[in-house]
């Protein structure tokens, strides 16, 4: 029996694979901020037969308290993880701030999976195979970090703040095996595309309805996207990083997947959160 944790994994995406992995015999934690949404998981893994082999953890992942309380949960209670599954995502049409101070997307779907993959990197190496899969957008839509600010006090929008999010997450998926010599982790990026989730449940109107008519008509539904995600879990490629788009090997080449902005991004978050 294999034990994944996944962040996200109330819904969407993260329910999806979460879900899929209970039904063939599997244990899964779920991580999410809603009660609502985590009781609805539970009920469904209970329809499954796999209670006893689900569990939800309630953590708010914006917050430092958030991600090191689920770290610390996993280490003490996971003898050994052989998955780990980041699909956390919100989207903030507003700049909104985090009680640690950081900008709410920065936080939440970037340094809630550094944090996370960093200090699980131990019970993760106890597993035979082990794979961190990142749920992401690498290959997809440009965008830019802003070194000199990160948190985007100038000039932001939701999109400029989930794009930056996506570049920093190519980069700490190129970084990672430098921090862990050694390791047996692989680590996969994905990028699904578009897929009929909650995601635009926080967008404003008209974007909403616009988002969501479009995802009826033109997305995956999560059933589908969710194969060759769960496929790559179980078989992940020999390379110690690597990244897809929709089920398509990208190459780890230019800009995004660069190690010496990996190693920038690496020391300006050790930086930040050195600070708090
Ligand atoms: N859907 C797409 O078309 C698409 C395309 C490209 C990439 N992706 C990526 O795929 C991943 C999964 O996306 P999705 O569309 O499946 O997402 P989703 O349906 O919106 O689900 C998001 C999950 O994150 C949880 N979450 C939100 N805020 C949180 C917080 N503060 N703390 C802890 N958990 C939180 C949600 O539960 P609570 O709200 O209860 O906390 C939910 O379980 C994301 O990384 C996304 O960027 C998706």
Same mark, same amino acid.
């Given at each position: ?175 990672? =095996?430098?921090?862990? *010599?050694?390791?047996? /982790?692989?680590?996969? &990026?994905?990028?699904? $595309?578009?897929? @009929?989730?909650?995601? %635009?449940? =926080?967008?404003?109107? *008209?974007?909403?309805? /616009?988002?969501?008519? &479009?995802?009826?008509? $033109?997305?995956? @539904?999560?059933?589908? %996207? ?51």
């Amino acid at each position: 029996m294999r034990t994944y944790v996944i962040t996200g994994g109330t819904d969407g995406i993260g329910r999806g694979l979460g879900l899929h992995f209970l039904a063939r015999g599997d244990r899964v934690v779920a991580v999410a901020s809603g009660q609502g949404k985590g009781d609805a998981f539970l009920a469904e893994a209970e329809r499954l037969g796999a209670a006893d082999r689900a569990r939800f953890l309630r953590a708010d992942l914006s917050t430092l308290d958030g991600m090191r309380s689920v770290a610390a949960e996993v280490e003490s209670t996971v003898d050994r993880l052989d998955g780990l599954v980041f699909g956390t995502q919100r989207f903030r049409p507003r700049r909104e701030e985090t009680p640690d101070g950081f900008e709410y997307t920065f936080a939440l779907s970037y340094l809630s999976r550094f944090v996370l993959g960093h200090e699980l990197a131990g019970v993760l190496d106890r597993a035979e195979s082990p794979v961190v899969f990142n749920v992401a957008g690498s290959g997809g839509m440009p965008g830019r970090i802003d070194w000199d600010d990160p948190h985007l006090r100038e000039g932001y929008t939701g999109m400029r703040a989930a794009m930056q999010a996506s570049r920093c997450l190519d980069l700490l998926g190129v970084d990672f =095996p430098r921090r862990h *010599p050694g390791t047996r /982790i692989r680590y996969v &990026l994905y990028n699904p $595309l578009f897929v @009929r989730t909650a995601m %635009a449940d =926080p967008l404003p109107q *008209p974007q909403r309805t /616009i988002t969501k008519t &479009l995802a009826f008509f $033109l997305a995956q @539904r999560v059933e589908r %996207a969710i194969v060759p995600m769960a496929a790559l879990i179980d078989a992940p490629p020999d390379a110690p990083v690597s990244a897809f788009r929709k089920g398509k090997p990208l190459a780890l080449t230019g800009d995004d997947f660069d190690p010496e902005a990996a190693d920038r991004l690496h020391r300006l978050t050790t930086g930040l959160l050195a600070a708090r």
